[in-house]
């Protein structure tokens, strides 16, 4: 059985993570649960997100902590930071790792659905973000983690607010990593390759994209959430110190 490393700064450590209940999310809480991190975590999924805290209570040294939000309303992303800065204490590191990859071709598109995808993919990066740095001020450092993807890299069509979307995050991550460095802050964008989630494989995973993934990828297996957890893991520990304004990618060498 393979050993995975673990990290002693994360221990104790008040994570946040968004879209924490389902799919990537749920492995990152998971996963940071078991290094004995304080972690919080939110989801517009109530039921999944409970179930998750039940599943991991008394699996690690902390229980994590769950708040219902819907991150594309500021206010309630706001309102529920600081309900979870309450639980498990200012925040040292923030994975934003919601998102939703829902398919539309460029016809469909309204300006209201432009928005709304922006909302889910891109906005509410910035703004938690902007809701953590006091705390990682206040400490001299932290870690951010925004989330990206490959599939503007690869030029993938059917889901253009998206694409764009995760192309505009390198920028955030870069421009963050900027104005935050200056406090000791590092923020880096992970962008993980097509990961055979619940939700991917119900929905799109068929035997073309199959296919499609044997041809891009160098190695010859299945790209899962612990993959992209593990990178994550690093990102926020110490281990990773001087790494700011970085992409990582975790895609088994497709791009």
């Known amino acids: 059985m393979t050993a995975y490393a673990r990290y002693p700064s994360l221990q104790d450590r008040p994570v946040l993570i968004t879209g924490g209940a389902t799919g990537i999310g749920a492995c990152l809480v998971r996963r940071f649960v078991e290094q004995g991190a304080r972690v919080g975590f939110v989801d517009i999924d ?7 805290v039940d599943t991991l209570t008394g699996t690690g040294a902390h229980a994590p902590v769950f708040v219902r939000a819907d991150l594309t309303d500021i206010a ?49 990066q910035f703004f938690a973000a902007q809701a953590v740095a006091p ?14 993807s490959i599939s503007w890299m690869l030029k993938q069509g059917g889901m253009v607010a998206y694409t764009t979307s995760k192309a505009a995050v390198q920028g955030l991550t870069r421009s963050l990593a900027r104005d935050l460095g200056v406090h000791g802050i590092r923020v880096n964008t992970l962008v993980p390759g097509w990961v055979m989630t619940d939700k991917q494989l ?43 304004a970085q992409d990582f990618i975790v895609d088994g060498g497709w791009v």
């Open 135 to 148: 705390d990682m001020q206040a400490a001299r450092g932290g870690s951010i983690i925004n989330f990206g």
């Open 76 to 124: 309630a992303l706001r309102a529920a930071f600081a309900r979870l800065r309450e639980a498990i204490g200012p925040v040292a590191a923030l994975l934003n790792n919601a998102a939703n990859d829902r398919r539309h071709d460029v016809a469909s598109v309204t300006s209201d659905s432009w928005d709304a995808g922006i909302a889910v993919n891109l906005k509410h």
């Open 202 to 244: 119900a929905l799109w995973v068929d035997e073309a994209a199959k296919a499609e993934i044997a041809r891009g990828q160098c190695i010859a297996r299945a790209l899962v959430a612990d993959d992209v957890a593990r990178m994550a893991l690093f990102l926020a520990a110490d281990d990773s110190a001087m790494c700011t």
């Open 46 to 52: 109530a039921a999944a997100g409970h179930a998750l």
